[in-house]
Structures are given as structure tokens and as C-alpha cells.
């Protein structure tokens, strides 16, 4: 599924938070938005999954206006990971995963044989099969953030939009969830995760879009978005973009004057 | 569903027919139980006047109340993530038991038998118009509970003002007695005109149940699972209003009911916000079904109105919530 976007435009009180930014991401890629605090990642990921309606600027999913989507109909195209890592009440990790399946479900409806096979799925991607049974209240931060990314999964979206997926977790999860995301792409999936860590973004982004105060910098492979120049002028770093054993990464070595 | 070892919770469909055996269960007790206990104290006609003018309407009365409330608490809790919401807590009890109030301090109620459940029909309409008013269309949660609690105030304002300036102290304890709540002695009739607006809101509250289950993991991921945010809060708001309100214009007001029963059957539910509404229909129902079975047969020794009954033991429960949710938020 192509997502695309152009002119957007966007005003949070009284701040510009989206300044006529254009976007595109493309099926079969993972795509990156990086950028400093408040450069308007997550704004423009609730622009693209519908949840926020732009000031100016038009969203389209496969070239028709994301307006145009019946909610239902979106959401089982369209799968949207938010930053914060909220589930209320007690429920199961099993109970959580599930209600990704919800646009999938008839009014009324129980669990059919594609949606089990969906949730399970989903638990084994992000190793939560043996805490399937556990209330989420009772588990770590990285357990909650990687059954909330599995709840996305098991929507199984032609695309998902994905806010940090990798805050909280371990450097083993990180590289499994980046490696079943790189798989998603792989099998025509399109993704786009906001992330801070460059050298994910370095290592598994086909495709990296670079923001600052509500626009973009830049856009591209990663070898021509983490330039030095790029990367002091937007974050005030000093920091190379190199590889360590053919594994591509973003040297940080201080903070700019 | 397969899983949760250790942990209650039954299959959902075992757990909705366990509930509607037990509800049913103190429906045929409601029936059968008087002031001198088990059976009818008469006979021929009297015994069959008795059947269907008193114990019948009670019982019913008793069924749709008990459910509308334990129903409205679950949805309400559920729209509001928060285990401590009531459906007093959006105005619209406050609302009916004015308009209840006014009806008696006018003097219609004396004119009209029906006035009563009347004016608190309409009383809950216009809070729950004027906590929608107040909420705004785009308000989440926290509006709503501070629009409901505004709304709150002003009711009891002015029930206070009414009780103040009323001159007939038989009109006084006319309304607090009907503001004590309670199901003896409401007629068919009363019963007629309240049961379309309860069902119709119970109806409503129902619709919300995948809604609130999307709820669990916040708005911004309902939203993006498909869930009209701003459908539910109508559905949930005007559910309220209508069984709530209809039911407060004929019982008076009966509280805790609502905040009881989703509370005991959340763990059964498994926690599901969307399952524990009709398992909290049926629940409240059996609830207030056996709590005025119960008034009945103290009935001789002392008499006491059901409101009172469910605040007495609603008003520790909700302390020792209170002490429990200080226990889980403590370091």
C-alpha cells in the first residue's frame, strides 16, 4: 500500500507543528522518519493513520483520500502503533494481541480459525507466547511495549504506521522486531516506524525522511540522509554515518557548540 | 478461549448463563416473597390483585432497574477507564431526582399521580442535555466527568433549595423519602411509561461493547482500530440518560448498584470491559432483585427502603476501593 501525502499542513494550539510537508512511503520499504524532539514525527504519523486531520494538505492510501476510507475498512488496511504504551484494566497479553483483530471481526462474532492463527502468530514474532496468560499490568516495560507491538501485528495491515516501536526493549528484542519488520516489507508490506536511534534507521530503512520543525530536510537511502552536514545542521551532532563489519551505523561522537 | 491458568474467569457464554440463572432465580423469589413470607396471604381475588397489581410490577420494575444500573455502571466505567465511575457521576440521577422534587414542591404530583415520574423523566433529559452541552463535542473523558459533576452540583443546589423553601412538611418528607429510593408500591402504569426508555438505553449501552474493548489500549489505538470515539460517548452519555433517568423517575434514587456489581464480576469477565456489560445487566439485576427480597422479609422487625439498603453497604465498599486503589498505587 502507498501512503502518500502532500502540503501538509498542521496547528497544535498555537504551535506549527506540520509545515507544508510532502511524504510518500511505498510498499515492500521500510521508511524512516527520524528528527529531533518536536520535529513533528508523531503528528505526522496521526496525520497518515487518519487520528488527526490536517490543517491543509491532502492523505492518500493507494491513491484514494484517506477521507474516503470507512473507518472499518481503513483499519484493516492500515495499522497505527502509538508512542505511549497504555492498556487499561487487567487483561491477558492474549486478550490485548486480540484486539487487533477487531476490524477483521463481524458485530458480535467470536475468534475464527484465521484469527487465532493471526494472534499466535503475533505472540511467537515477538516472543510473548510463554506470557500469553500474564496480565499486562504485572509485566515490564519491554514485555508491554512488545505485546502492544504485537497486538499491531496481528491486525496483519498492508501497512503499519509505528510510533518508537523500539523504546524500552532489550537490544536482542530491538534487532528481532526489526528483522520480523524487514520481513513485513519483504512480503509487499508497507512500514514506517519514527524512530530515534539512527543506526536502526541506518541498518534496516530502505527509505529515511529527515524532519525538522515541521518539514522535511531531507529524503532518501540512508547514505545521502545521514550525512554529517545533515545530521549536525538538524540535531546540533557531530557524527558520521560508517560501517562496523559491513553492518551499517551513525557514529555519535558529541554534541556540536 | 483457551489460556488464563490461575486466574478466574469463566467462558463467557457459562458466565452470562450462570448470571441470568441466578437473575432469574431472584425473580421467582421476588414473586414468591411478601411480608409474611413464602407464598400469599390470601386468597381468591385478593391473592391474584396481589399477584399482578403488587409483587408482578415489583418485580419487574426491580429486574429493569437493577440492570439498567449495574449495565450503565459497566459502560460507564468502561468509557471512562476508571473502576470508581457511577451513573450517578454524570449528572443524570441528579438531574431526575430534581425533577421528581419539583414535580412534588408544584404540587403536581397531587394533581397528577403520574407527574412524578414524569418530571424526573425529564429532569435526567435535560442534565443529560446540559452535561452534553457543557462536555462539548470533542471532550474526552475528563470533561465529562467534570460536566457531570457541575451538573451534579446544580441539582442537588437545587433539591436543597426546594426542601428550604418548601412550606408543607408533608411535601418535605414527601421528597426525601422519594429521594431515598425504593420499588414498593409503584403501579403498572408507572411501570408502563419508564420500561420503553430503560430498554431503549440499555439497548444503546449494548452497541458500545467492542468500543470499549478497543478503549483498553486508549483512544488514539481504538480510533485507529475502526472505533468512532465520538459515536460511543453519545451511545454511552444518552444510554445512561435514558435507562438511568427512566429508572431514577420511577425508583428514586438507588445508588452504588452501578458501581458494585461491574466492580465484583470484572475479574469473572476477565477483565473484558465489552463482556462485563451484559454479564453487569444481569448481575444488577439479580443484585437488586435479592437486596429487596431481603427488605421484605425484615420487613416486620424494621422497614427500610432500598436506597438506603444499597448505600449502607455501597458506601464501605467504596471505601475499602478507595484503600485498595491507594495499595496498588503505592511504591
Redesign the interface.
Known sequence: MRIEAQGLNMRLGRREVLRGLDFVAHAGEMTAVIGPNGAGKTTLLKVLAGLLVPGAGTVSLDGRALTDWLPRARARSLAYLPQERVTHWALSARAVVALGRLPHQPMGAGESPADRHAIDAALAAMDIGHLAARPVPEMSGGERARVLVARALAQEPAALLADEPAAGLDPAHQLALFHHLTALASAGRTIVVALHDLSLAARFCHRIVLMQAGRSVAAGVAGEVLQSEHLAAVYGIAAQYTRVEGIPVVLVADVLP | ?R?????LGLEPSYLLAALAAMAALAFIMSLSVGPSGIGIDAAGEARTLIFYEIRLPRAVLGTLVGGALGLSGAALQGYL?NPLAEPSLVGVSGGAALGAVLAIHLGLSHLLALALPIGGLAGAAVAMLAVVALAGAHGGPVTLILAGLAVSSIATALISLALNLSQNPFASVEMVLWMMGSLADRSLTQLWISAPFILLGCALLLTVA?AL??????E??A??????LRRTRLAVVAGTALSVGAATAVTGIIGFIGLIVPHML?PLA????GLLLPASLLGGAAMLLVADVALRIVQPWVELRIGVLTALIGAPFFVWLVLKTRAELAP
Open positions: 478461549m489460556d488464563i491458568p490461575g486466574r477507564r467492542r474493548n478497543a478503549l483498553t489500549l486508549g488514539d489505538a480510533s485507529s482500530l475502526g472505533i468512532d470484572r476477565q477483565y473484558r470491559p
